[in-house]
């Protein structure tokens, strides 16, 4: 297996008039990507490698500070914002049997104008860079949906009615900025990855990454590497899509290894989870009922609490 890549320039960013012809054929390719392989990489849409350098740039800074300058924005102090904030390293198991995950991150659930981010001397961009790159995401996230459901000959719309609050606190859609420290081998745990094998919760996922250590799982059953390429964008299915979709479109599994012997450098990635909004009901789009309704933000807190160690 391969990841496809698809050229999506007829309907990047920077596009006001896509052609009949161009979605036609833009509908094809994801169609075969998404029901065959579950992964795609994009290229050509309109986020550029300098915006995702300039994120990865100013998180980096945010992540190289002492413990006690992230503390206040600790993953659980948000009130009525269960994942925003940073996530301290090995404390979250994608794979709950292994230990915790060799990274950190920071989660962005919210754009709401109350919310306090990180702005010390170093990060004072933080906030205006990654709540820009957060609404780039989410153009973007919205013009692929859109593809999507006339992939499967459903109205254009159907998914992104479901996605119209997406920022806000009644959607669990977030921008994670994740960076892996370099590792010491004599001091990991037996066991411990990077990032445990895990498919991922909620629509869709856009993920930038700065180098190569993303395997994917195919249908097959064999991990392969991922490749980093730049200006291209990863998007994979994830868990409720597949389910939404009845088994049309799958969601891959996916890790990321400890980097090889000798190599120490730091891997940086982001990550922008797609979520329908938390009320959403979730019933097969084909009406096969092959999985019971179930609210969004009920499936997504049932998948944290496993990934957290609680249940
Ligand atoms: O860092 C990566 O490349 C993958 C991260 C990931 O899969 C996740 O956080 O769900
Ligand atoms: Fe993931």
Redesign the pocket.
Known sequence: MSIPVVDFGAYSLSETDVTEEQLHSLVQELKTAFTQVGVVLLKNTGITEEEVDHVMDISKTFFLQPDELKQPFLRGSFTNLPNHGWVPLETER?NPRRPGDLKEAFNIVSLHPDIKWPSSDPVQEFRDVLTSFYLRCKVLSLRVLRVMALSLGLDPEVFLNAHSLIGTDKNGTTL?S?CYPPVERDKAKEGQVR?GE?S?YGSITL?F?SCE??QVRSQSGEFINAPAIRGTVLINIADLMQRWTSDQFVSVR?R?LLPPVGDSSTRQ?L?FFVHPEDDVLITCCDGANKYPPITAGDYLMERFNQSYGQN
Request: charged content about 15%; glycine content about 8%.
């Open positions: 994608l994670r994740l990032c895990h991922d993920l990454q250590g993303l996916h990321v990635s990550a």
